[in-house]
């Protein structure tokens, strides 16, 4: 009988997608590891695999269909020994699964005994197997939702995550306390503007945008900021960074400001772990590294890719893991491992020109820190009135979880870090 092939979980908090482009088309031949289809999720834009090997007999749901829910049949695949043609009779058992039931049911048949071994077996695709051994996921406790209990990637990308980045998961990690705030706004904003005559072009928000919309009107009506700014001055760092880059320089390696400021950021939340926490409610996490998100500008909005335990590496490793994230979440690439989770963020406007912002926290994260471009400004050093390279840092905290006095040790570490960088590399 052939397979249904459904609308996967993609990440942990996805409950539906949209189907954004079949790469397959009826009659196409699939294995197991060949990419089926582009699923865009409320993060990222997603490849989606075959599990099983067998021939497209019909595609159900069309590309471009948005809000299609999790489960739902979106194409039926037949094996190499199986009649094509008998596709749909498979579609409406499977819709018949679903279906109230409008009879008696009958009985359904035993099924006959396992063996041990076979019981003891775990079937699961090569990618999932791939991604299990990664992430040191042991997948004879993950169950599988592929056919006949197959253990597919979807499956065990949320026990990697949770191996990986054990902290809070950006949307997947629920509050205790119930938000006062509906996840979906009732109206589309459009309603909202009125129509003053004046020439248009509407574009239809993505997922990923309106999960930033929904996400930061959220934390500014919920999360109490305060906001703390602070002047740092670069020379030594820009000095120190020249010295590095020539060092690296046989390895391949260049290094940025924004490489040391996620240090420099990193070694200021283990300085004051006040301020590495989470608001949870009726607790407050306590988180023992600091795990840096880091804003990058992807072409379907706004994503923070993750460097785990930047405190803990070195810049050069820094360097050269931001790169790859970066460059994946332009492609809309990143797995919800790398994005999902932080304990706090970065965000650094500087190559625009920008002089200061005020940044909006990323629930359920209790800090972002806003950084400027470094310029040339009057500057008092040792008393005297001296030209500086100078770049001003704002930090946005949750002032449920963080007392003003702890956000202000925070800047003065974070500060003290980037003027006298030694302690990056010590």
């Known amino acids: 009988m052939p397979i249904a092939i459904k609308m996967p979980a993609l990440s942990p908090t996805m409950e539906e997608g949209t189907l954004a482009k079949w790469l397959v088309k009826v009659g ?36 471009g269909s948005e809000g299609v829910k999790v489960g739902t049949v979106i194409a039926m695949i037949a094996g190499e020994d199986e009649d094509a043609t008998t596709a749909p009779i498979a579609k409406a058992a499977s819709a018949a699964l679903v279906a109230p039931a409008t009879q008696t049911p009958t009985p359904a048949p ?11 077996r775990v079937i699961a695709s090569p990618l999932a197997k791939r991604i299990a051994a990664d992430a040191g996921v042991d997948l004879g406790g993950v169950k599988g939702t592929g056919p006949n209990g197959r253990i597919v990637k979807a499956d065990v990308i949320a026990p990697a995550a949770t191996a990986s980045v054990p902290a809070p998961v950006a949307d997947a990690v629920a509050s205790p306390a119930p938000k006062p705030v509906p996840a979906k706004p009732a109206a589309p904003v459009s309603a909202a503007v009125p129509d003053f005559g004046i020439p248009y072009q509407a574009q239809k928000l993505n997922n ?6 929904r996400r930061l009107t959220e934390a500014k ?9 602070v002047d740092i001055q670069l020379d030594a760092l ?13 390895q391949g390696v260049k290094l940025s400001v924004n490489d040391l400021i996620i240090k420099a950021l990193a070694k200021a939340l283990v300085q004051v772990p006040k301020c590495n926490v989470s608001f949870a409610g009726d607790e407050l996490r306590n988180y023992e590294r600091a795990d840096i998100s880091v804003a990058v500008a992807a072409p379907s909005g706004l994503i923070t890719p993750i460097i785990v335990d930047a405190g803990n590496k070195s810049i050069s490793a820094i360097a050269t893991e931001m790169k790859a994230l970066a460059g994946k979440a332009r ?10 989770g932080g304990t706090a963020t970065l965000s650094n406007l500087g190559m625009f020109g920008i002089k200061n912002f005020d940044a909006v926290i990323n629930p359920p994260q209790a800090m972002i820190m806003a950084v400027g471009a470094g310029e040339q400004r009057p500057y008092v050093i040792d008393g ?4 500086a390279t100078v770049m001003s840092a704002t930090g946005s905290f949750d002032h449920r979880a963080i007392d003003g006095a702890d956000g202000a040790a925070l800047m003065q570490a974070f500060k003290a870090l980037i003027e006298d960088p030694l302690g990056l590399i010590a």
């Open 110 to 120: 035993v099924a006959a005994p396992v063996s041990a071994a076979k019981a003891d």
């Open 384 to 387: 005297a009135l001296a030209v």
């Open 331 to 340: 492609d809309g690439k990143l797995q919800p491992h790398e994005y999902m």
């Open 238 to 250: 820009l000095k120190l960074r020249t010295q590095l880059n020539k060092a690296l320089e046989a």
């Open 28 to 63: 196409d031949k699939v294995s197991s590891g060949d990419i089926m289809a582009e699923i865009e999720t409320d993060k990222a834009t997603m490849d989606f695999e075959a599990v099983d090997e067998g021939t497209i007999v019909s595609i159900d749901v069309s590309e």
């Open 221 to 229: 009506q919920t999360i109490p900021h305060i906001y703390l700014t």
């Open 208 to 213: 990923v945008r309106k999960t930033i919309a």
